[in-house]
Each structure stands twice: as C-alpha cells, then as structure tokens.
C-alpha cells in the first residue's frame, strides 16, 4: 500500500479497466469484472486484452479470505499511526488484492481467517474478520 492509498488519496488509474474498478470503490461498491457470459472474475491485476464493452461489472459477495499479510511496525506516514497492517486478500470470487484488515490487535491476524470487505470513513476499502462466513 502506498501513502496515498493509507491516507485516503485516490490512486491513479493506468488503464480504462483500472477506472471503472477505481469508480465503483469511490461509490463504496466492491464490483468485479467478468468476461460478458462467463462465470469467472477476471483477475484484478491485469488489464484484459479485450473490448471494455465485452466485460460486464458484477457486485462482489464481499466475502474473503487472508492470503498473506506483513505488519509495520515504523511508521512511514503521519496519516498512519503504526503498527498497521497490509493485507494480500482473496476474495470469495477469486481475484486477490491489497488492502489492511481492521481489528484490534494484529496479533489477531491469521492466514486463512475469514474476512468481510467494508468502506471506511475515507471511502477506503477493508476488510474486518467475518463473524460467520
């Protein structure tokens, strides 16, 4: 996670794929990709090699699960009161992506813990640990 993304600044998109992901989060709606007809999600970290027309933009269940995580223990930004956490998620549909779980005490954490997304207060989007999956 870069500054911006921790202090709550926008991130730049770098293809039209990337603005249409980037759109809904702004609206606090977590949507996903697909191929039009398919049932997969497509992977959020590649910009397809088709048609924008030919992708249709689905609402995510919200549910996940923790891949990995790193905890920071120096703090790196005055917006960023550290310990924090950056947290590589996957989520229910498939596709994975960078973001911070929000609990208590990062001690909490474990790999494979049920996660729910969530917007917080800057619009950012989190995960929280699912309290029934």
């Known amino acids: 996670m870069t500054d911006a ?10 293809s039209d794929f990337d603005e249409a992901f980037h759109e809904y989060i702004g609206r606090r709606e ?9 049932s997969t999600a497509l992977d ?12 249709e933009w689905r ?12 905890v920071y223990r ?8 550290a310990p924090y956490n950056v947290a590589w998620v996957s989520l229910a549909e498939g596709p994975m992506l960078i ?3 929000i609990l208590e005490q990062n001690s909490e954490l474990r790999i ?11 619009g950012l989007l989190v995960f929280r640990p699912a309290q029934n999956p």
Do not use: C, W
């Open 44 to 55: 959020l970290n590649a910009a397809p090699a088709t048609d924008m027309t030919e992708i």
């Open 99 to 101: 973001s911070t779980v």
């Open 30 to 38: 977590l949507r996903l990709p697909y191929l039009r007809g398919s």
């Open 5 to 14: 993304a921790a202090t709550g600044a926008r991130i730049r998109p770098k």
């Open 59 to 70: 609402l995510a269940s919200g549910l996940a699960e923790l891949y990995s995580f790193v």
């Open 74 to 81: 120096q703090q790196f930004s005055e917006d960023r009161a």
């Open 112 to 122: 494979s813990m049920p996660l729910r997304a969530e917007f917080d207060d800057h």
